[in-house]
């Protein structure tokens, strides 16, 4: 009897330990309304953050076959494309075979920064830019998709920012890039890497805020702890990845694709964020 239970017992912990360091992609849906688009208007945005030159398949065949299936409007890049310690390669391959898919939109996080010299690490940006990504610095930019005006606005990483105080000139510099857009006609998207500055989004006039950084908390406990670590927001951090409503901003935040196993994903498995805005 006790060597049935004991053959149980293991069972059930291989399972759990199965689940909980599943490392294949998952395809995560968000709904958003908006008053800015009618009632038969509509735009799916596909979130892609913190990817860290992770591969999924030869030339990150698998990872682009699944994007293509969810036939996105818009394809947002908000920064970890690449990792300082690993081959930009992989991000390249991943970039080259999104093009032609939709438009695609990407600012920089803190791995695409030259920490020594405030370079762009491997030159992404024009690298980007020459597979036809528009790559958004302290800037932004009007485009109708689906008859929808939409501003996409975007933020370098606050490590472009070489000061004392690198955080309040980053916020001062981000108002005073965009803290002009035309809030009343148009749906407006923002790009930025980090999930946890929401003062600055907060001060921006934008309706969407598109993020990652937080790599999911790492390890998560459904229905009980969204997270428990996150770069720059430490244990228990308040912004792990999901959908946030504010006041004044819908906030949603990747939850990245990186996965090792020195630093294992727990109830957190790599995730295309698929996002609907409907009016």
């Given at each position: 009897m006790?060597?049935?239970?004991?053959?149980?017992?293991?069972?059930?912990?291989?399972?759990?330990?199965?689940?909980?360091?599943?490392?294949?992609?998952?395809?995560?849906?968000?709904?958003?309304?908006?008053?800015?688009?009618?009632?038969?208007?509509?735009?799916?945005?596909?979130?892609?953050?913190?990817?860290?030159?992770?591969?999924?398949g030869?030339?990150?065949?698998?990872?682009?076959?699944?994007?293509?299936?969810?036939?996105?409007?818009?394809?947002?890049?908000?920064?970890?494309?690449?990792?300082?310690?690993?081959?930009?390669?992989?991000?390249?391959?991943?970039?080259?075979?999104?093009?032609?898919?939709?438009?695609?939109?990407?600012?920089?996080?803190?791995?695409?920064?030259?920490?020594?010299d405030?370079?762009?690490?491997?030159?992404v940006?024009?690298?980007f830019?020459?597979?036809?990504?528009?790559?958004?610095?302290?800037?932004?930019?009007?485009?109708?998709?689906?008859?929808?005006?939409?501003?996409?606005?975007?933020?370098?990483?606050?490590?472009?920012?070489?000061?004392?105080?690198?955080?309040?000139?980053?916020?001062?510099?981000?108002?005073?890039?965009?803290?002009?857009?035309?809030?009343?006609?148009?749906?407006?998207?923002?790009?930025?890497?980090?999930?946890?500055?929401?003062?600055?989004?907060?001060?921006?006039?934008?309706?969407?805020?598109?993020?990652?950084?937080?790599?999911?908390g790492?390890?998560?406990?459904?229905?009980?702890?969204?997270?428990?670590?996150?770069?720059?927001?430490?244990?228990?951090?308040?912004?792990?990845g999901?959908?946030?409503?504010?006041?004044?901003?819908?906030?949603?935040?990747?939850?990245?694709?990186?996965?090792?196993?020195?630093?294992?994903?727990?109830?957190?498995?790599?995730?295309?964020?698929?996002?609907?805005?409907?009016?």
């Open positions: 006790w060597k049935r239970k004991r053959t149980y017992l293991f069972l059930i912990l291989g399972l759990i330990l199965a689940t909980a360091t599943y490392n294949g992609l998952t395809v995560r849906t968000y709904e958003v309304t908006s008053d800015k688009l009618r009632s038969d208007q509509s735009l799916r945005i596909i979130l892609l953050s913190d990817l860290h030159s992770a591969s999924y030869y030339k990150q065949s698998i990872l682009i076959n699944n994007i293509k299936a969810q036939q996105p409007d818009l394809i947002a890049l908000p920064g970890d494309l690449i990792d300082r310690f690993r081959s930009p390669d992989a991000a390249f391959d991943l970039i080259e075979g999104l093009k032609g898919i939709a438009p695609m939109y990407f600012v920089t996080g803190n791995h695409e920064i030259d920490d020594s405030d370079f762009i690490r491997h030159d940006v024009n690298v830019r020459s597979s036809g990504v528009t790559v958004l610095e302290n800037e932004w930019e009007e485009i109708t998709i689906n008859d929808i005006p939409l501003v996409i606005g975007g933020l370098e990483d606050p490590l472009r920012i070489y000061t004392e105080n690198i955080y309040a000139d980053w916020e001062a510099s981000a108002v005073s890039d965009l803290g002009d857009v035309d809030s009343e006609d148009t749906l407006n998207i923002l790009l930025s890497h980090r999930a946890e500055l929401i003062d600055t989004y907060a001060a921006l006039p934008f309706d969407l805020v598109l993020s990652g950084h937080a790599h999911g790492q390890f998560r406990i459904p229905y009980l702890l969204n997270g428990l670590f996150a770069p720059d927001q430490g244990f228990f951090p308040k912004y792990a999901g959908l946030y409503e504010h006041e004044t901003f819908t906030h949603i935040i990747g939850r990245g694709f990186d996965y090792s196993f020195s630093i294992p994903r727990i109830y957190n498995p790599p995730e295309i964020v698929v996002i609907d805005v409907h009016g």
